[in-house]
């Protein structure tokens, strides 16, 4: 069945569009097809863990809350340590937290400062880069506290927006539209 799937399926079919969510004008992409999918998403985590920035990274810092699916797989198949950035009012203790502009809006994104301090070289791990307002606020948090970028990993890189262009780092994206 799943070998039968495989033939017929590739990984950019399993991305579904939703038109004018969360507000008119957005092309909303959802990956969460994938994880029903278990062969395409151990070679979607494969793909996005052979990045040759990953191996020198002393940890990722994956995004909330979608970041964390792929993250922490990826995390698990690299064997490296992963902490995280969330949204406002999800992390306990000390904290650092930065406001950035989302493409329908804006947030903030914190990082628990014990986490932090045991690393200095992160690369980011996120479900899709959009206009890279999101990642940018990651990195300057973690650039603030002198530690070193050295990539973004994400599934999806809307190339239109080009988001890439707010970054110092390389970006490794497995599905570019
Ligand atoms: P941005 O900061 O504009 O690069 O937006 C990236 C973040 O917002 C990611 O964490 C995505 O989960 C989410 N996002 C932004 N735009 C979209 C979109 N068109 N489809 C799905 N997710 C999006």
Redesign the pocket.
Known sequence: MLSRLRSMKKLEDLIVTYKDFPKKG??????LEILQYPDFFQDLILKMSSNPFLKNAEAIIS?????FIFGSAVALESSKPMIVARKPGKLPGNIITRE?????GKNSLSIQTNALKKFNSFVIV????????????VSKLLQDQRKEVLGLITV?E?NK?K?RSKFDFPVHSIISI
């Open positions: 957005i092309d909303f992409k959802d990956v995004i909330d809350a979608r970041g950035y502009d989302l493409e329908y996120d479900d899709l880069l959009a206009t890279g307002g999101t990642v940018n606020c999806i809307l927006l988001g």
